[in-house]
């Protein structure tokens, strides 16, 4: 009798339900309600939220979890007992409107933080209040209090939705009012917003309620501008107010990092009021692993529970170096992603839509790689249209890097980048963009490049390559010394030579989010700025030849006419030794250096660069000897004066005579018509004001200079009638 042994079977692969793209979850929360909730990830920041009132603004990237998150909050602080949740989360076109009501503000940061801050407070206690009047307890004390009795009438009176009535009470407020400052400061009053405040505490104090209060979606169809920005600090402090000031209100507030960037660029006390609110979502690869665990476990319905085991069964290895199981396999994955979530469901939803095409319910390496380059473009395309607001050399910038090797040296990297102005030529860049490299060069493009994880630097002391993802810069300084490398999600997209790391590299990489900071690129840029215009108080002034003031003159015209004038140079002029031009080539791609060119045939601009003031006859008929050509007839001085309006008497008179004489125009710029660009040029936003500066004084001349009469004094006593 032959005993037949019993075989162990295996534990069988898992099996889909059926073959669907989105098998791990949808790409946004909004629409992922079931597998989000049900697989929620309960991170560090998470708990910090339930247990703590530390901070009132979560702050993360696309795609880290902030919608998840919220609606996370929402549903477990609904089933607690004697507890209201008011959610906010706006569509683009409420946002849009909201917006609208500011319009009289625009331009004004400080007055449009005050009446944001004011607005959002408003309209947080009147859902409040709204909430408490459905409630049997708390409707009957509020009947008893008349001032928020008559307010919550008029507010559920406003047709529409939350954003709606804010925009509609505000408006009433300020709209066809002749002294702005004067309404902004009876805003407070003409609201009750204190008393309002007063009634609210006294009605909780009494029926022993909860409110909590979330706000997602702020950055739907937010304008990343100043009034955009401002609207934002304004919300923020809104809420931080209300967090410190009443026990039992939470607000929680969650914020995209590069709307909140804009907010510390514009906000000048950014580091008193708001930094100290912040909450930032970090991902380490345990959590991700986890998340992507629970997902696998639901739907395959494996019923296991330890994180790695769920992995190694829903992968397979292809041979030695190409391994997907074990935690260095789910690495390799890692690796084509930014840490955040949605990059890594998304990755992991074609790789298995992929290998069920082919009948296979576990995924291996080439599954994920045959993904991994649209998912590496998409990583590439969101990098560009989340910072270029901010950093505008930036989407060219990163191109420069297209087909080389990941790992450069950083005097390579900066080698890279110091073909950035001919590229930007070449590409046809906006104005904002050139102005942005002339202003940082290429070691601050390749700082900004770092504080948004695009390059990360290698650390001697850990080996390893570390990353920032939250739109900072690293404290230390880069040095000839240092190795810089390419984020690994976006080599793909690049076409760089290598497309992964080898296992042992894949150790060196560290996606910091916990580096000490201390400035972001628009600092940077606002540093690089105010150096030119301090510079210029060390150079003295004189007749003889001052090569000082020429080379500042030639970084100034560079720097305020980029994207305006190409291949800028100083040219020394034949005729006198201490006499040096600066030529540039006339774009004609704005509104006033197209006026230039079509009205006086300027195609090469010359300035001429005087190292003194208050320039004579023979300056002004100098620079209309040169005016012929391709010159046209319009031509600069760039002189030391401090006023920059022509002076009456002779120096008019010089003008008008060139130009009534010879159809030429001379324009004096001085050192504080250059002054004053460059202090605007602090901020990248404001770009088009060198067009709209130069466009003035061109108005000035023509419209005054060349209109007014002599304004010589007449010679002799008797004066003809």
């Known amino acids: ?63 880290t979890g902030k919608s998840a ?7 477990f602080w609904s089933l607690q007992k004697s507890t209201n949740v008011i959610a906010i989360a706006p569509e683009d076109y409420q946002t849009i409107r909201f917006r609208a009501a500011f319009r009289p503000l625009d331009g004004k940061y400080s007055y449009v933080r005050s009446v944001s801050r004011m607005t959002w407070k408003y309209g947080l206690i009147m859902e409040m209040l709204a909430h408490l009047a459905k409630h049997f307890k708390t409707r009957q004390l509020l009947a008893q209090c008349q001032l928020a009795t008559e307010h919550l009438k008029k507010w559920n009176s406003q047709a529409g939705d939350y954003f709606s009535k804010l925009s509609d009470r505000l408006s009433a407020c300020i709209k066809g009012q002749d002294e702005l400052e004067q309404a902004i400061g009876s805003l407070s009053t003409a609201l009750d917003i204190s008393a309002l405040e007063s009634e609210l505490k006294m009605l909780m104090g009494s029926a022993a309620v909860r ?32 967090n410190k000031r009443h026990e039992h209100i939470r607000p929680v507030l969650f914020q995209r990092d590069n709307i909140l960037r804009s907010v510390e660029r514009f906000d000048p006390d950014y580091s008193r009021n708001i930094e100290g609110e912040i909450l930032t979502i970090h991902w380490d690869t345990h959590q991700l692993q986890t998340l992507v665990a629970r997902r696998l476990n639901s739907a395959f319905s494996l019923g296991l529970e330890k994180a790695q085991r769920i992995w190694d069964r829903c992968t397979a290895d292809e041979g030695v170096g190409r391994e997907l199981q074990g935690l260095d396999g789910f690495k390799k994955c890692l690796q084509f992603t930014l840490y955040r979530p949605r990059d890594l469901l998304s990755l992991l939803n074609h790789a298995f839509f992929n290998a069920g095409k082919e009948d296979r ?76 490299y002339v202003i940082l060069k290429s070691d601050g493009v390749l700082r900004a490049l770092y504080s948004v994880g695009f390059l990360g630097t290698h650390d001697e002391v850990s080996n390893s390559f570390t990353f920032c993802h939250d739109g900072r810069q690293a404290e230390r300084e880069f040095v000839p010394g240092d190795r810089i490398l390419v984020h690994p999600c976006y080599w793909i997209a690049l076409n760089l030579t290598r497309d992964a790391l080898a296992p042992a590299e894949a150790e060196q990489i560290n996606d910091e989010y916990e580096i000490k900071v201390t400035s972001s690129s628009p600092e940077l840029r606002a540093q690089r700025i105010g150096s030119l215009i301090a510079e210029l108080g060390t150079i003295e002034t004189g007749f003889g030849p ?26 020394a002029n034949g005729m006198a030794v201490q006499r040096r031009d600066i030529i540039g080539t006339n774009l004609a791609r704005s509104t006033a250096w197209g006026r230039i060119e079509k009205d006086y045939g300027v ?9 003194y003031a208050g320039v004579a006859r023979d300056e002004y008929r100098q620079m209309s000897t040169y005016l012929n050509g391709a010159y046209g007839r319009l031509g600069f001085l760039i002189t030391r004066d401090d006023d920059e309006a022509l002076r009456n008497g002779s120096e008019l008179d010089w003008v008008r005579e060139i130009y009534t004489t010879q159809k030429k125009l001379v324009v004096r710029l001085s050192q504080k018509f250059f002054q004053r660009v460059l202090g605007k040029l602090r ?15 061109l108005d000035q001349y023509e419209r005054r200079y060349l209109n007014l009469e002599s304004t010589k004094p007449l010679r002799g006593k008797g004066r003809r009638r």
């Not at 998150?69 to 549903?75: N, T």
């Open 69 to 75: 998150m919220f609606a996370k909050l929402r549903d």
């Open 1 to 63: 009798m032959h005993l037949q042994k019993k075989s162990i079977p295996k534990e069988a692969p898992p099996q889909p339900s059926r073959l669907r793209m989105s098998l791990l979850g949808e790409q946004t929360a909004e629409n992922d309600g079931k597998l989000l909730i049900g697989n929620f990830v309960e991170t560090a920041e998470y708990r910090s939220l339930l247990e703590t009132k530390d901070s009132t603004v979560v702050v993360g990237r696309r795609g």
């Open 603 to 611: 195609r090469q601009v010359v300035f001429e660069v005087k190292n």
């Open 361 to 436: 319910s576990t995924i291996v390496l080439k599954d994920v790689e045959s993904t991994a380059k649209a998912i590496s473009a998409t990583r590439l395309s969101d990098l560009k249209k989340e910072y270029s607001s901010a950093i505008p050399s930036l989407p060219i910038a990163v191109s420069m890097f297209e087909h080389g090797s990941p790992e450069l040296s950083y005097g390579d990297a900066l080698g890279v980048l110091d073909d950035l102005p001919a590229a930007m030529t070449a590409a046809g860049a906006s104005a904002a963009a050139q102005q942005d």
């Open 546 to 571: 001052h090569n000082d003031f020429e080379q500042w003159a030639l970084t100034a015209v560079q720097a305020v006419f980029a994207g305006h004038l190409g291949n800028v140079e100083l040219k």
């Open 683 to 697: 901020k990248p936003d404001n770009h088009d004001f060198v067009d709209t500066a130069l466009a003035a004084v």
């Open 211 to 242: 409110f909590y209060i979330l706000i997602d979606r702020l950055d739907e169809g937010n304008e990343n501008d100043e009034t955009g920005a401002a609207i934002i600090s304004g919300a923020i402090s809104a809420v931080a107010e209300i």
